[in-house]
C-alpha cells in the first residue's frame, strides 16, 4: 500500500527535477524578450502558427542549453550554497538522464525550428546554445572576469531569434535589442556575484567581486547602468520607438541607476540582492513597454 502510495511521489518529484533543470524563470524572461522581436518584426500581429513554432523552438533551445549548464558544472555547483540542490549535483537525477534530457530538448528544438520556421533562426538559436553551454559555460566562466560580459551575448540573442523567425533576416533595429540586453547582463550578474561573493572564491571561479574586490565591482555596476541608460535611448532616436517607451525607459534606468548608486555609496547587507531583483523587473518591464509602444504607435497612425 505505502509502496502504490510512493510511486506517483516519486513521478512528480522526478517531474520537477527536470523542470528545475530548464532554469524556467530565465527562460520565460528570454521567451518574453523573443516575443518582442517577433512582434516589432512587422507593423501588425505575427502570424500565429509562425509565432508558436518559433515560440516553441526558441523555448526548447534555451531549456536544453540551461540543462547542459547544469550538467557541465554539477561538481561547482554541489559546492555552492546557492546551487548544491540542483538535480544533477545532489544526483537525484543521473547525468546520463540529463544528457539525453537535454539533447531531446536540443533537437525536437532545431527540427521544429529549422522545418517550421526558417534555417536562420535555427542555425543562430543553435549558435545560442553553444555560446551559453559550450563558449561560457565550459570554458569563459573558468577562464576570465569578463566571462559574463562576453557570455552575455547567448543570453541577449532572443529578440534577434525572434526578429529572424518572422522575416529570415538580421535587421539593424533587432540588433539595438540584443545591445540592449548585453549591456544589462554585467549589472545583473554582478549584483548577484557580490552577494554571493565567497561562494564563487571557495570553487575558483573568476567573477569580478573575487578577482578585482567587492568596490571595484560595485564602480563597474555603476558605470554600466550609465551605458545601459545611453544603449536604452538609441531605439527612440532611430525613431524605432515613441515617447511611451522613451517616458517609460528613462523611468526604469533612473530606478536602475539609483540602485546602482545606492550599492555603491549607502550599501545595507540587503542592497546587492534588490540591485539583482530590481534588475529582472527592469527588462521584464522594459520589453513590455517595447511592445506597449509598438502597438500604441501603430494605433495612432
Ligand atoms: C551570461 C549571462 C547571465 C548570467 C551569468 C546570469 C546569471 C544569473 C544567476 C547566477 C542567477 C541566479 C540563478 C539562481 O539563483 O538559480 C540568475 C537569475 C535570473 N536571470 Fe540571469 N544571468 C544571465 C543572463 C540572463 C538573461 C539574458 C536573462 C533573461 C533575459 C536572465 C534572467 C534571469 C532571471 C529571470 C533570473 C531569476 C531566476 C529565478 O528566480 O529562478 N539572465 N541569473
Ligand atoms: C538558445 C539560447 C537563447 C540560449 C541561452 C540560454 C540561457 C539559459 C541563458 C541564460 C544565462 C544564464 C542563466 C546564465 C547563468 O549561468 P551561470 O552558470 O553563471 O549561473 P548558475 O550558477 O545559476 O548556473
Known amino acids: 500500500m505505502l509502496k502504490v502510495l510512493a510511486l506517483p511521489q516519486h513521478y512528480s518529484q522526478q517531474w520537477r527535477d527536470y523542470y528545475q533543470l530548464t532554469k524556467p524563470k530565465v527562460v520565460a524572461l528570454l521567451v518574453l524578450t523573443a516575443w518582442v522581436g517577433m512582434m516589432l518584426a512587422q507593423p501588425g500581429l505575427p502570424q500565429f502558427g509562425l509565432m508558436i513554432a518559433a515560440t516553441l523552438g526558441i ?59 526558417n534555417p536562420l533562426t535555427a542555425w543562430l538559436t543553435l549558435a545560442s546554445l553553444f555560446g551559453y553551454a559550450v563558449v561560457y559555460t565550459m570554458f569563459l566562466k573558468r577562464a576570465t572576469p569578463q566571462n559574463i560580459v562576453i557570455g552575455g551575448l547567448a543570453g541577449a540573442m532572443p529578440p534577434l531569434l525572434g526578429w529572424t523567425a518572422m522575416t529570415a533576416e538580421v535587421h539593424a533595429h533587432a540588433l539595438l535589442l540584443v545591445m540592449i540586453i548585453f549591456t544589462w547582463t554585467p549589472p545583473h550578474f554582478w549584483a548577484l556575484a557580490i552577494h554571493r561573493r565567497d561562494d564563487y572564491a571557495k570553487v575558483n571561479m573568476p567573477m569580478l567581486p573575487v578577482t578585482h574586490g567587492i568596490e571595484f565591482t560595485k564602480s563597474a555596476i555603476f558605470l554600466y547602468t550609465l551605458v545601459l541608460f545611453l544603449v536604452c535611448l538609441l531605439p527612440y532616436l ?36 534588490a540591485t539583482f531583483k ?23 497612425l
Open 59 to 117: 523555448g526548447l533551445l534555451s531549456a536544453a542549453a540551461a540543462a547542459m549548464n547544469h550538467i557541465v558544472d554539477q561538481r561547482i555547483d554541489a559546492q555552492m550554497a546557492r546551487t548544491y540542490n540542483r538535480p544533477v549535483a545532489r544526483g537525484r537525477l543521473s547525468t546520463q538522464q540529463a544528457v539525453k534530457f537535454s539533447l531531446l530538448l536540443a533537437g525536437t528544438g532545431f527540427l521544429l525550428l529549422f522545418i517550421a520556421v
Open 238 to 273: 532611430v525613431g524605432m520607438t515613441g515617447a511611451v517607451y522613451l517616458v517609460g525607459s528613462t523611468v526604469l534606468n533612473l530606478g536602475f541607476i539609483w540602485y546602482a548608486w545606492q550599492l555603491k555609496f549607502n550599501a545595507k547587507p540587503e542592497t546587492a540582492m
Open 278 to 300: 530590481f534588475s529582472i523587473w527592469h527588462l521584464m518591464v522594459l520589453f513590455l513597454l517595447l511592445l506597449l509602444d509598438h502597438y500604441w504607435l501603430i494605433s495612432a
